[in-house]
């Protein structure tokens, strides 16, 4: 099954001659007859998408979309709805209040079914990055959140035709009507759209001149990294299904059936970036949410998380190159004796500065991560032990070179840390010789001996004085 789609409609025969439509392309179908069923209806089968027809024996679609709206476990679902004949009015209030799109009886099939997919599109794609906010403990805006709207105001938005004087003219009506800023283009000229930055929403002309050419700049715009998050509303004229059905299915977000409509327009250019904004702002949620799972939120450096994976693939290149590798941990001396002595927000301090201190020795291709309290560890690809000793005692150098100032405290703190580093890839190198790759158990085997390698060196340096660099002599 594609997905459940729920048919309201008082008319049994439009139920069923819907169902059995819908059935043919593989979607599970749920039938209700009013306005006052859809909750408990939509509760109980969680639908994908819902067909609605515009009227319906206690009410009409837009209260069929309240009543969703109203919980919030229904608002996303999108929504169709369908109607008997052509009323303007009733079509622009249907989209002001949220319904996705009015198709007219007859139903055009090919249109339908491009329709459906489109929406269960952009439906997946919000659900997963949902799932995603919800393992991450983030939390999303609703669409109706003033913070959206103000951010609507600085949008921009490219109108794309084939003549400058239709491009004219689309700006002249929509430009009132919108708190967008607008430019055009002309399709022999359009490659200033695949230019940092992009516009937030792209309006293509699909008319018969420009026709192929369109649908190519419509799906090359979807394909591209630069511009696959820009909205792009295709206009097509004449009124066409086919070709209407051929823009979403080449990713389209919306269409005009029906040539340019500036109210129309206007009302999905509203939706369309109202929902960007939105995925925009989930996106980031997850990302800072998973940055925030790999992240010491204290010093902003990668945490234990991070590290041990980082610190596998560095071996697995290893395997495969011969190139050596080195693993340090580090541990601030006697740090719980500034805590004592300073207090915590102090020792936070320290903390900091060590941070800043040791990350202003390492390469960019270098690991610093916080494992522990006090305890940092330093990931270094392809080093020789030579350089990876002297790449140590820089460090300790960077730590006691000189004391620490922290606002508050009026005298200087002397700060020394010690070190213990092991030189990896050695066996790994020795092993791959035969063409062979080290088995996964056999390379997380090796990557916990050089952690347990890196700590006994961090030990030798605390019992021999600290402040000092001490190199295990294994082979990992």
Known sequence: MQGTILIIDGVATNRIMLKVQLSAAYYRVVQAET????????????PD??????????????????????????????????????DADRRLAALTAGIDDVLLQPLDDTMLQAR?????????????????????????????SPHISAGLSGAQVALVTEQSATGV????QLAPRVPYRLCNHQFNAVHPLMREPVPDAIVIELGRNTLAQGLRLLADLRARATTRKSVVIAVVHPADPAIAAEALDRGAHDVLQSGFDVAELALRLDSQLRNKARIDQLRDTVRN?????????MTGLFNRRYAKPFLERVASTSAKTGETFAVMLADLDHFKQINDL????VGDAVLIEAAKRLQTALRPVDLLARVGGEEFMIVMPAIGEAMAEAAASDLCNRINSKPFHIPGVDAP???????????GGRAAA???RDGTDLAPQDHDSAVSALITNADRALYSAKHAGRNQVSLADLAA
């Open 289 to 297: 949410g998973l940055r925030a799972a790999v992240e010491d939120p």
């Open 169 to 172: 003219y689309w700006q002249a």
């Open 35 to 46: 306005v006052a069923d859809i909750a408990k209806t939509a509760l109980r089968c969680r």
């Open 116 to 144: 459906i997919r489109s929406l269960l599109r952009a439906s997946s794609t919000q659900e997963e990055l949902n799932l995603q906010r919800g393992n991450t403990h983030g939390y999303a805006l609703p669409l109706s």
């Open 413 to 423: 703190i002397y700060v020394t840390i010690s070190i213990g580093v092991v030189i």
């Open 342 to 345: 300073y207090g915590h927000p």
């Open 430 to 432: 020795v092993d791959h």
């Open 49 to 86: 998408l819902i067909l609605s027809a515009m009227s319906l024996p206690d009410g009409d679609a837009v209260a069929v979309k309240q009543a969703l709206a109203a919980d919030d476990q229904l608002a996303d679902i999108p929504m169709i709805a369908i109607d008997h004949d052509s």
